[in-house]
Every structure is written in C-alpha cells, then in structure tokens.
C-alpha cells in the first residue's frame, strides 16, 4: 500500500503478475514462505515493520522478497522481486504538567502519544529509576526514586523510544503559625489574654501545588511551646502532637515581655497514594507576650 511505514504498524502490499492467463492459479513465497494467493490471484503480504538501524533523519531501509511461480503446460517459470521499503522511526509525543522534570517521590502523570501509530498503538512502559503506574490508553504515572529517570516505550513489543528526565527535589513548605487568630511573627506580639490555643500550618509551595496537587497535602505532626522569662523557662516545655494545641496553661503566669519559644518537631506529607512520609525540616519562631 505504501513503501513507507512507520516502525511498530502493519506493512501491506499484493504480490501478483500484472499479466497471466486466466485459470492459472501461481504459487507465491514471502521471504521463503508460502503466501495464501486469493480468488483475484493476488498474494496478500502483511507484516509489522520492524525498527532498525535509523539514520540521522529518522529512516532505515529494508526489503522484502517474493516469488510468483506459474505451471503452464508442464513447465514451471518462477519470478522474482525484491520489494524496497522504508522504516520511519515514530514520535513520542510527551504531556505532563512538568514535562522538564519530575518530582522525587511523586506522582508524575504523563501522557504518551505516537501519532504515526494511530489505532495500532499498544503502548508498554517501563523505567530505570521510577516506579511504573500505567493508565488509560497512553497515560503513564512515574514515581521517581532517583536522580535520573529512563522511561522506555514500546508498542505491540516493538521498541519505540526512550526519554530521560532529571528528578528535582521537593521543595520544602512554609511553616505559618498562629496563636488564636494572631500571626506568631507578628512583631508587635501576643497579647498575654490571648494565649489560648496555637495552630501550626505547613503550607506546600505553590509552584508545587500547582503541578502535583495530590502530592502537596502537608501537615505539622509534632512541635514544642515553651514559656520563658528572661533566660528561664516559666513552665515545663509543652509537645502538641499535630497541627493545634491548648496553651491556656500559660495564659495565668505569663507577663509582659515573656517570650514564647514555639519549635517544630516533626512534618508529614501525604502523597497521591495516601501515603504519608516525614518531611526533613526545622523551623523554630519567638513571640513576645504584651
């Protein structure tokens, strides 16, 4: 039909003598093997292009071989040709929110497109570096667990290319704190009456977020509080496990210009599989009681 095809879909052509008589049925070869001829005399040659040694333009040559063999009064007369063709090596079309890189330990999604291949396109991925999540049609999901990821895309079993990544680090979250609705690094302080209860907020980066929205859930899973006077503490120092606790304890002894030592102990992140990992970061505030 065509001598050029894409590498991974069907080639297809007739084999047949352009003039012969009628009632004469021929035998036909395909690379040495028998070819069913049908009613029309033609021999149907049908095959997947195999990929093969690309030159700098994206093509490989290659060839086919037939032979027509026809009994006419007893004698048998043979044809030969040999069919010239050309192999294109297909396109990978690459989609994802951040196609530049990926993100350690997240869920990257990405879709995978060969054009050339259209209905015949049977994609398989596989990586070095990632874990493998495969999706609809084309869609592939990496989670990276190195510094570099290899994807390898093939189709039908066929070979269609490679595409590397470099894998970025996430980046840390912001630590926002409040005591009651009072910003903890509000310079002008916490009014003593107010000490009631403090929340802490892990908030994603928004560029992040943006890109792997399922992967930027954070939450403050362990921090400190300490009431202090001069260099001494005025209680014992407080762990809240999780994201609030209750401070008014400290409401009853403190004074104007005690300060208050808040220092974060622990941060979780949930990814896209719900599942949750500690993030490495420290961040400690004082604020200054009116």
Sequence with gaps: ??????????????????????????????????????????GKVEFTAR????????????????????????RDTTFKVSVPYTITKPVMQIQSASVQALYYKCGNKL???????????????????AQVIS?????VTLVPDARE???????????????????????????????????????RGVPAGQLRTITLQARPDPGFATF???????????????????????????????PQGDISSMANVARADDRIFVEVKGVQRQNFQQKVEDVNITRSFTVSVQ
């Design 149 to 187: 990821v290899t994807l390898n895309v093939s189709s039908g079993g066929n070979a269609i290319g490679s595409q590397t990544f470099k894998v970025r680090p996430i980046p840390l979250p912001t630590i926002k704190g409040f005591i009651g609705s009072t910003d903890i690094e509000d310079k």
């Design 135 to 139: 999706g609809q049609k084309g869609d």
């Design 111 to 129: 879709s995978v497109q060969v054009p050339a291949l259209g209905a015949q396109y049977q994609p398989a991925f596989s990586a070095s570096g």
């Design 51 to 74: 990929p093969g040694a690309f030159d700098q333009a994206g093509n490989a040559k290659s060839s086919w071989n037939g032979t027509i063999r026809l009994n006419t009064n007893g």
């Design 212 to 242: 792997l929205p399922d992967d930027a859930h954070y939450r403050v899973s362990r921090f400190e509080v300490t009431l202090a006077r001069g260099k001494r503490p005025v209680q014992q120092t407080q762990t809240i496990n999780g």
């Design 1 to 42: 039909e065509s001598n050029t095809v894409a590498a991974g879909t069907k080639y297809k052509a007739d084999l047949f003598l352009t003039a012969s008589a009628s009632g004469i049925k021929p035998t036909m070869t395909y690379n040495g093997s028998p070819l069913a001829v049908g009613p029309d005399g033609h």
